[in-house]
Nanobody, 135 residues
Framework: LSAAAGAGGGLVQPGGSLRLSCAASGLILDYYAIGWFRQAPGKEREGVSCISSSDGSAYYADSVKGRFTISRDNVKKMVYLQMNSLKPEDTAVYSC????????????????????????????WGKGTLVTVSS
């Protein structure tokens, strides 16, 4: 797995937008739920969003709900995180992770008390990409 920021890189002004991509080459993406996590300097890792493998249901942390949209293209083996109305507090290293476990609950990624366990339950973890929201 590898995560990358869209055109323009990872620096964006407050209120701006950025799309992150997660490339899942080597996986049959249809079988995997994909989670996005972020970690800001000096803070614990936070689950941001998750998209299920079964029906493409999407889940979001309260901190990003209404601003971020997760989507997947199984043919291209790509998962995207569209981030709109970005705030300085969204500044963090963002990474994607994949899990095939049939018992995995995608929503657990976005529940603060469960996101750490959800991260550890993943089968594959990608390197992160830095997103900086600053004027």
């Amino acid at each position: 797995l590898s995560a990358a920021a869209g055109a323009g890189g990872g620096l964006v002004q407050p209120g701006g937008s950025l799309r992150l991509s997660c490339a899942a080459s080597g996986l049959i993406l249809d079988y995997y739920a994909i989670g996005w996590f972020r970690q800001a300097p000096g803070k614990e890792r936070e689950g941001v969003s998750c998209i299920s493998s079964s029906d493409g249901s999407a889940y979001y942390a309260d901190s990003v709900k209404g601003r971020f949209t997760i989507s997947r293209d199984n043919v291209k083996k790509m998962v995207y995180l569209q981030m709109n109305s970005l705030k300085p507090e969204d500044t963090a290293v963002y990474s994607c992770a994949a899990v095939r476990s049939g018992g995995f609950t995608c929503a657990s990624v976005t529940i603060a008390s469960m996101s750490s366990s959800a991260y550890n339950a993943m089968d594959y973890w990608g390197k992160g990409t830095l997103v900086t929201v600053s004027s």
